[in-house]
């Protein structure tokens, strides 16, 4: 095992009555004498109310000599006046390590959850915790951050990220594939302003506003038609590599006058404009676009030259070559936003009838008021919501199984355009099953539409172009068929995240639409990724409004300001260490680490620190054995285990519970809280990390030491604060227990799924073990000596 | 240098360990000239009073294959670590327990039973297993003893070398012929003949991995798995994460899953453990979506969880079946 510094640890033992709680059923004053023979215990005292302010004052006296301290007291975990961080803190305050602390929970695990006198108990605990304190070793320094952040999507939430992180002082990058800032949030001419507010905004007003703060202030440096070709974890940092697109007109010099697009002879649809209208190759497609400046199409330029002369600033540089930009980041907020569903997918809306449209083309087409080129107004149009939404249906099996949740919302409001420019067009809208229009504001659009808007409730199962415009063939719920004919049919598409190959390259956790996940708690940490110092904002993470997204990147902006304003990470007590020399470069670790901590070097499998969670999953997983878990070393659970039932001699079965950091330790916290009584006294728990934080092997050595049975509990499904740790450690659990059952030896290990308020059912778990133990009888896998 | 004396001898074992030594040609007949062999009752005609007859550690090394079922093998084992000064644990059943060594999953009569009287091949109406004295027409017949449980060599003696496999690799046993001097003469040599990482280092399809998960494992007759990439990510339960390597990657490169037979890794302590914490780590994927029940069934591949975490290795596993 690694160890400390050589000097030998000298340990404080602080003994809290918890005003004279714990004092009831436990001997303290027996315990106290017991602790003071302990190992490198140099100080023992107990007092009343440690967590109040005077007994904390001359606690901090009193210990002063100490390096770690053995607190026997209250939950760490739960306990709403001496948590772990405020111990933590306590120890900064008095100079000492962070890590140099163990907690012996006589309160909730002790005095709480059984009856009679546990002295016995009280003290094994403490032996516990001192096993481990006493081998604890220091944090690791701090890294350092890099005082810079990286935003990838110049979106509103990825242009308001910037923003904010500039005006709080810090230096941004914001790169951005397209020619100018704005994502579709400028592409959409009159925008929904919120959820509670059934009003417009003009995204030809708005869009600049917003851009032109990015682009304005100094310490943003923005990087329009590049991409990020390469992105690393470096030493805690974010080694990453652009390729900022050919500059072949020159920013700094051209005027946007548009003499160059005038002689230009290259022509191809605009993509802004969604076809709607022509561009040059040399052109500036969004007129409003910022940065102000034209640019060169290379794909479609077929280098004839006529615009250089033409230019009175001699901006356009043909030549010019594109740029790697090589430079590193302390955060990096990926605000990619979303693509749509490719409609072309959905055979039965024959998309490619050009009558048969895309919502974001439909925008443009509101932009154009309605004309279309080569066409008159249009006077018919009909909406086919959930265009590759909710599917589970036969006809269009392609698409997602969700619900895009503003399509509903942004039709009617399209619907609503319509009339207002064309108060004759007839509208009508073909939806599935229900119209999902929440809030204020798209609720009122939709009482408005429905004065002006024909809405049938069905599929359409066939789009045919006729003579007089679109035939639109569907099937009623009740099996009806029905046809409608319209100029015009709007796909309101599904919509995906954006950015795929950035997500891929970052090796961020998603669900199964490729959607980045929040980190759990999820509820109290919106924009945090899987990993460290990522955030996700905007329509990257679902379905938003524009304001939505903003809100996201200020969010996100927010949280990456804490690092990079710090420019250290402070690291956590518990991180994985891998022994190059053990290390057979499985990958093992790799595959199973949710927090892309691990990647592979020359030497086998390196953990970059300042990105680990220290959850263990490597650990348990690695087949080498070559994975530990800083002051989570095995030995440390083995000594644990040792001392756990010194004193156990009448309490029943010798039963221990690892209980996850989170969840499963909280619950068994709260059994007690709640006044749940366990008969068993002989019950010891250790707060393992993640579940899935001990492998089988330790398991076994465990069962070795005497322990009759061992319940493990983490997380329920769909909680795990680490990924899948919950069911690696379901699956462990199953096939040890299936060997065990093949050689006669049921009954002794379980696993279960304990969320906090599971208190119940652990208890339960706990008493049905303690029957099944009392009928097997002593462990026979206890190591024969 | 003199010349090395040596004693083969094998024990609860298929035969092949004897004949993979002579399975690595040119090398086999070169030995006479380096050295003697005392004692190999399978290739040459030697009783068991020949090895008596011999003084106590006047045989260089001994080198035994097979594990330690019946009371016949426990006396030769005993009678090869008095006659040898060194004692070389010869393929995976004598290092581990090996095939036989399943058997420890059931106790003797069981097994008595099974093989002799329940068998769908046997005819035994007056239901007898085997006996290890039997009398008749005045005579008395002996059998060596079947024990209770298999065990492994070191179980039963000190074994000073260990030559993992199933049987070991002509490269492994080239490697154990040219350290015979060596370690005849005391110096040190690897206790065990194996490579310290495990098999995915030096595995030829260990550059193909991409640290996936698999979503679905599969019995290897249910797909023929693509001869390039890690049969693990292709979802066949590979065991060379958990195993040392050094075998020449044979079962491997023939498309076959790696089963174990070189052994557990240096730093762990029960040779199926850590396969079976790892398996259970990278099979499976999406669980979120799925109903809770159904996150174990990706591992209905695995139709025998002692067979395959312990194919080779039961009698040096932690758990031990309890014995009534
Ligand atoms: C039909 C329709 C109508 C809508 N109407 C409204 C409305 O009325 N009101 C409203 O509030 N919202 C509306 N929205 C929603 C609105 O468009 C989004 O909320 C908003 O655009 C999301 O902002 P964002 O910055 O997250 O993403 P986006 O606007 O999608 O911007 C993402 C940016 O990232 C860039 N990018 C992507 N990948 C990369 C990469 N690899 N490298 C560099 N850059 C990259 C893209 O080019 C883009 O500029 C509508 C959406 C649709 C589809
Ligand atoms: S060189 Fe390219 S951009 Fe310039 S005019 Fe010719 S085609 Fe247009
Ligand atoms: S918001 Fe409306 S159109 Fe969009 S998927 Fe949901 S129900 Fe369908
Ligand atoms: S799982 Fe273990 S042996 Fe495999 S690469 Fe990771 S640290 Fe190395
Ligand atoms: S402890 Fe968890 S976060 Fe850290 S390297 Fe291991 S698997 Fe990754």
Redesign the interface.
């Known amino acids: 095992m690694k160890t400390k510094d050589s000097a030998r640890p000298r340990i404080g033992v602080v003994i809290c009555t918890c005003g004279g709680q714990i004092a009831e059923k436990v001997n303290t004053r027996a315990v106290e004498k017991k602790a003071a023979a302990l190992e490198y215990v140099v100080h023992v005292a107990q007092v009343g109310d440690l967590c109040k302010k005077e007994s904390l004052s001359r606690f901090k006296r009193e210990f002063e000599g100490c390096d770690r301290i053995l607190f026997a007291g209250c939950s760490e975990r739960s306990s709403l006046t001496f948590t772990e961080d405020r111990i933590s803190a306590l120890l900064g305050e008095m100079g000492m390590d962070r890590a140099m602390f163990e907690v012996a929970n006589l309160r909730e695990q002790c005095v709480w959850v059984h009856d009679g006198d546990l002295t016995g108990k009280a003290m094994d605990l403490v032996r516990m915790a001192h096993a481990k304190l006493k081998s604890n070793v220091p944090t690791p320094a701090p890294t350092r951050i890099i005082k810079k952040s990286l935003v990838i999507g110049g979106g509103p939430a990825g242009v308001q990220a910037a923003v904010d992180l500039a005006n709080a002082g810090t230096e941004v990058t914001l790169v951005e594939k397209k020619a100018y800032l704005g994502g579709h949030f400028c592409r959409i001419p009159y925008l929904v302003q919120c959820e509670g507010w059934p009003s417009m905004c003009v995204s030809d007003c708005v869009a600049p506003v917003q851009a032109r703060e990015a682009i304005f202030n100094p310490l943003v440096r923005t990087l329009t038609g590049s991409e990020v070709t390469d992105l690393v974890r470096d030493n805690g940092n974010f080694k990453v590599k652009i390729n900022r697109g050919a500059l072949l007109v020159d920013p700094d010099k051209c005027i946007s006058c548009g003499k160059c697009a005038e002689v230009c002879p290259e022509e191809y649809d605009s993509e802004y404009d969604s076809g709607l209208t022509k561009r040059k190759a040399v052109d500036k497609d969004y007129r409003l676009g910022i940065p102000d400046h034209y640019v060169i199409r290379k794909d479609v330029c077929s280098e004839c030259g006529e615009c250089v002369p033409v230019c009175p600033t001699g901006a356009i540089n043909l030549a010019a070559e594109a740029e790697a930009v090589e430079d590193s980041f302390g955060a990096v907020i990926l605000a990619t936003g979303f693509k749509t569903f490719d409609v072309n997918t959905l055979t039965a809306l024959n998309y490619a009838s050009p009558n048969v449209v895309s919502s974001m083309e439909m925008e443009r087409l509101l932009a154009a008021r309605l004309r279309r080129p080569g066409t008159g107004p249009v006077e018919r149009v009909a909406f086919a919501l959930c265009s590759g939404s909710r599917v589970k249906d036969k006809i269009n099996p392609e698409g997602m199984p969700y619900c895009s949740k503003t399509c509903c919302g942004f039709a009617v409001k399209q619907a609503n355009r319509i009339t207002a420019m064309n108060p004759n067009a007839e509208v009508s809208m073909v939806y599935f099953g229900d119209i999902r229009t929440y809030g204020r504001a798209f609720e009122q659009f939709y009482s408005q539409a429905k004065e002006s808007v024909d809405f049938i409730n069905g599929e359409i199962t066939a789009v045919e172009d006729g003579e007089e415009g679109l035939l639109v063939r569907l099937e009623t719920p009740d099996g009806a068929e029905e046809q409608l004919e319209t100029d015009l049919l709007v796909l309101a598409e599904a919509l995906l995240p954006g950015g795929s190959e950035l997500i891929d390259l970052l090796k961020i956790k998603t669900?199964?639409y490729h959607y980045p996940l929040e980190l759990q708690p999820r509820i109290l940490r919106p924009t945090e990724s899987y990993i460290d110092r990522v955030y996700v904002a905007g329509a990257l993470t679902g379905p938003k409004l524009v304001q939505q997204s903003v809100e996201q990147g200020s969010v996100a902006a927010l949280k990456a300001l804490n690092h990079v304003i710090k420019g250290q990470k402070d690291l956590p007590k518990f991180t994985s260490e891998v022994d190059p020399d053990?290390?057979?470069?499985?990958?093992?670790c790799?595959?199973?680490c949710p927090h892309g901590a691990i990647s592979m070097a020359e030497s086998g499998a390196a953990v970059d620190r300042a990105f680990c969670q220290g959850c263990g999953?490597c650990v348990?997983?690695?087949?080498?054995?070559?994975v530990q878990l800083r002051n989570f070393y095995e030995e440390q659970i083995l000594e644990q285990v040792e001392a756990a039932f010194s004193e156990a001699e009448n309490g029943g079965p010798k039963i221990l519970g690892l209980l996850c950091y989170w969840c499963s330790y909280a619950s068994a916290d709260l059994m007690g809280l709640n006044g749940h009584k366990i008969t068993n006294t002989n019950f010891r728990s250790i707060r393992i990390r993640c579940s899935?934080s001990v492998?089988?092997?330790l398991?076994?050595?465990i069962?070795?030491r005497g322990v009759d049975g061992i319940i493990i509990a983490g997380c329920p499904?769909?909680n795990c604060h680490h990924g899948?740790g919950n069911?690696?450690?379901?699956?462990?659990v199953?096939?040890?227990n299936?060997?065990?059952r093949?050689?006669?030896?049921d009954g002794r290990l379980k696993w279960e799924?304990i969320g906090v308020p599971m208190w119940r059912e652990l208890a339960d778990a706990v008493h049905k073990m303690d029957k099944t133990l009392k009928a097997l009888g002593p462990s026979?896998?206890r190591r024969k000596t | 240098m003199s010349r090395v004396k040596l004693a083969f001898n094998w024990g609860a074992s298929c035969g092949g360990c004897d004949v993979s030594i002579l399975d690595v040609g040119r090398a086999v007949l070169d030995l006479p000239q380096t050295v003697d062999v005392v004692y190999w009752p399978v290739a040459l005609d030697y009783k068991r009073k020949d090895l008596e007859a011999l003084d106590d550690k006047s045989v260089d090394i001994g080198i035994v294959n097979g594990a330690v079922r019946t009371s016949e093998q426990e006396e030769e084992a005993k009678l090869i670590r008095a006659k040898c000064r060194y004692v070389v644990a010869y393929g995976s059943c004598a290092c581990f327990g090996g095939i036989p060594g399943l058997a420890n999953?059931f106790g003797r009569n069981e097994l008595l039973e099974r093989a002799y009287i329940e068998a769908p091949s046997n005819t035994n109406e007056a239901a007898v297993t085997v006996q290890s004295v039997s009398e008749r027409d005045g005579f008395s017949l002996t059998l060596p003893e079947f024990l209770p449980e298999v065990r492994t060599l070191d179980q039963v003696i000190e074994v000073n070398h260990f030559v993992p496999g199933c049987p070991p690799s002509t490269a492994t046993i080239t490697e154990l012929l040219e350290t015979l001097g060596a370690i005849a003469g005391g110096k040190t040599v690897k206790r065990i003949l194996a490579a310290d990482?495990?098999l995915?280092?030096e595995c030829p399809r260990?550059k193909t991995?991409e640290?996936?998960?698999a979503e679905k494992l599969y019995r290897p007759h249910e797909l023929i798995a693509d001869g390039e990439r890690c049969l693990l990510e292709q979802g066949i339960v590979c065991l060379?994460?958990?195993t040392r390597g050094g075998c020449g990657s044979r079962c491997v490169a023939a498309n076959m899953p790696c089963r174990g037979c070189y052994g557990r890794?240096?730093?762990?302590?029960?040779p199926?453990?850590?396969?079976?914490?790892?398996?259970?780590?990278?099979?499976?994927?999406?669980?979120?979506?799925l109903p809770?029940q159904k996150?174990?069934d990706?591992?209905d591949a695995?139709r025998d969880?002692?067979g395959t975490?312990?194919t080779f290795s039961l009698p040096s596993a932690?758990?031990?079946?309890?014995r009534g």
Request: glycine letters at 6%.
């Open positions: 669900d199964r053990k290390c057979s470069h499985c990958r093992i790799e595959t199973v999953l348990s997983a690695c087949p080498s054995h070559a899935s492998n089988t092997g398991i076994l050595e069962f070795k499904p769909k899948a069911y690696m450690t379901a699956r462990r199953m096939l040890l299936t060997i065990m093949q050689l006669g030896l799924f026979p896998l | 999953q990482k495990c995915c280092y260990g991995k640290a996936k998960k060379g994460f958990a890794l240096p730093d762990t302590s029960d199926g453990a850590e396969a079976m914490s790892a398996l259970a780590a990278v099979a499976g994927d999406w669980e979120d979506y809770t996150i174990f990706v591992l695995v969880a002692v975490f312990y932690l758990l031990k079946r309890e």
